[in-house]
């Protein structure tokens, strides 16, 4: 059976491969779309944790206050994430 024109889809990055690349394919570009996949995950993870955190008991706060709680807020994602994230504007 002439396997060089079957195709296998690949669901994670949600493409077409031909079946003879596919052991290529699982160990390179599989194992980099997997990784940037985690990272946004986790960068989505971080952004909405900051959120949560900056805007509790906001109402009360003027800017002074509020730019102190950003620094508290940035330490504690440092420690809960391992690392700081430039969180886009």
């Given at each position: 059976?002439?396997?060089g024109n079957q195709q296998w889809l690949c669901e994670f990055?949600?493409?077409?491969?031909?079946?003879?690349?596919k052991d290529k394919h699982l160990t390179?570009?599989?194992k980099k779309n997997k990784e940037r996949s985690d990272?946004?995950?986790?960068?989505?993870?971080?952004?909405i944790r900051r959120d949560i955190l900056l805007l509790e008991?906001?109402?009360d706060m003027d800017f002074e206050e509020f730019l102190k709680k950003l620094?508290?807020?940035?330490?504690?994602?440092?420690?809960e994430f391992g690392r700081n994230y430039k969180v886009p504007e």
């Open positions: 059976m002439d396997t990055c949600n493409k077409n491969y031909s079946l003879n690349r390179k570009v599989h990272r946004e995950e986790e960068l989505e993870e971080y952004m008991n906001i109402a620094v508290l807020v940035d330490k504690q994602l440092k420690k």
